[in-house]
């Protein structure tokens, strides 16, 4: 889940206000002395729950901003992967073509560090780089190198 916005209206014209991510933890602190009102921070409980704080005191509109899974890859349709990333697709299969035909070994590590190289671009680029909190949900992110201006 990306993010997670209120309105105060029963329809979605009304303002909005962005929740502010936090950790469960401090959700269920924050819900420990029992305040109403306005959510101002949300938590993912598990891959499917979110929780609030303070707990809701009215019925809000909630918009939920999130990834979802690609559709798979098939000969039909066209993939986030094959139509953005076709290098990460094209040295994954060729790497996977090098190992089961037994080719020059010189080749497969070619195109294994071509791929690796691609995964490792497109993992940063899904991760939010340099959009995240460099320990959001107590999870370390990957250090980017970033030049000064």
């Known amino acids: 889940m990306r993010?997670?916005?209120?309105?105060?209206?029963?329809?979605a014209t009304g303002n909005r206000t962005f929740?502010?991510?936090?950790?469960?933890?401090?959700?269920?602190?924050?819900?420990?002395?029992?305040?109403?009102?306005?959510?101002?921070?949300?938590?993912?409980?598990d891959d499917f729950t979110a929780v609030v704080a303070p707990t809701p005191d009215n019925t809000y509109l909630v918009q939920i901003n999130?990834?979802?899974?690609?559709?798979?890859f098939t000969s039909t349709n066209n993939t986030?992967?094959?139509q953005y990333?076709?290098?990460?697709?094209?040295y994954g299969v060729l790497e996977q073509a090098f190992s089961y035909l037994k080719g020059p070994m010189d080749m497969y590590n070619l195109y294994k560090s071509k791929y690796d190289s691609s995964i490792e671009a497109?993992?940063?680029?899904?991760?939010?780089?340099?959009?995240r909190g460099e320990y959001d949900?107590?999870?370390?992110?990957?250090?980017?190198?970033?030049p000064s201006p």
Do not use: C
């Open 3 to 11: 993010s997670m916005q209120t309105f105060n209206t029963t329809n």
């Open 19 to 45: 929740l502010e991510k936090r950790d469960v933890s401090f959700i269920t602190e924050y819900n420990s002395s029992g305040e109403t009102g306005l959510p101002k921070y949300y938590a993912m409980w």
């Open 66 to 72: 999130f990834v979802i899974d690609p559709p798979h």
């Open 80 to 82: 986030f992967i094959a």
């Open 85 to 90: 990333q076709d290098a990460l697709l094209l």
């Open 122 to 131: 497109f993992a940063l680029q899904q991760m939010g780089r340099r959009r």
């Open 137 to 146: 949900e107590g999870v370390p992110r990957i250090k980017v190198p970033s």
